[in-house]
């Protein structure tokens, strides 16, 4: 039995916050022994398209345009060699504040990855309003492990039907969330001061570039998710492998002030941390 068969067959029996922390400390030890990094990311996470068909009010997309673009051939590729290079066995996401069920290529994108890295884990992160069960069939057998759905607002007629319906053709596979009752309880974040939510999540230290290494799509790494301009680059994968952009010395004492609780980048200083710098 593989990883991602044990990670699949656990998850009916474990609670969502038991299933994260195994997952995070596990990948920790796992990074550590193979990268002699304790920090290390936990996931890769690819910009493969751009374009949402939402426009929610806790997310940039509310006030600016998301074109229909494509991570080009030539950037996926080279995605691909660099995660063959590291070897690569933690999580695969294909989101940055785009939809990525909308890419028509997503299916054969992943058997491409599991290609690449087959001890990968692909998941996707989705608003589920393209989620089909023909889809989500081929996407399970292209090999996701997971798709993380989240419930956003309005919700479009027949959403929470057809959730329930895929929920329980494959418990094993779908979680869904609803936005408003993580904002209820926990909050949510103010993507480095571009949006304004009712309740913001605020914690004293940062650990969001070690959550994700992020590739957009013409091959930068940024900073983190919250980067929605692309102003902060580590540098990009045709010239870098990820290891050499990872350890890089602004990178990396980047990295080490946020988890002291200190922003170096205005970007941080602008999020909702609200460090001081």
């Not at 590739?215 to 492998?241: P, T």
Request: aromatic share 12%.
């Amino acid at each position: 039995m593989s990883r991602a068969d044990i990670f699949i067959a656990l998850k009916p029996y474990l609670p969502k916050w038991v299933r994260n922390r195994a997952r995070v400390a596990y990948q920790q030890l796992s990074n550590w022994w193979h990268y002699g990094d304790r920090f290390f990311f936990l996931s890769v996470t690819m910009e493969v398209s751009v374009y949402c068909n939402r426009t929610c009010s806790y997310c940039p997309n509310t006030h600016y345009d998301t074109p229909r673009e494509f991570m080009s051939e030539e950037i996926f590729a080279m995605a691909l060699n660099r995660l063959r290079e590291l070897n690569w066995h933690g999580i695969v996401d294909f989101i940055f504040y785009n939809e990525p069920l909308l890419d028509p290529s997503l299916p054969e994108k992943v058997r491409r990855i599991k290609k690449a890295a087959p001890s990968c884990l692909p998941r996707i992160t989705s608003n589920g309003d393209a989620l089909t069960h023909r889809l989500a069939a081929e996407l399970i057998e292209a090999g996701v492990v997971s798709f993380y759905i989240t419930r956003h607002v309005p919700v479009k007629p027949g959403w929470d039907e057809r959730m329930e319906e895929l929920c329980d053709l494959w418990p094993n596979y779908i979680t869904v969330t609803d936005i408003m009752e993580v904002q209820r309880k926990v909050g949510l974040w103010n993507r480095a001061g571009l949006v304004k939510v009712e309740k913001e999540f605020k914690v004293k230290t940062c650990r969001a570039p070690e959550g994700a290494i992020t590739i957009d799509r013409n091959g930068d790494v940024l900073l983190c998710c919250c980067d929605y301009f692309h102003q902060n680059k580590f540098g990009n994968i045709k010239e870098q492998s990820l290891l050499d952009i990872w350890n890089g010395n602004r990178f990396r004492d980047v990295r080490a002030a946020l988890r002291q609780g200190v922003a170096l980048l205005d970007i941080c200083k602008n999020c909702i941390l609200r460090l001081k710098a």
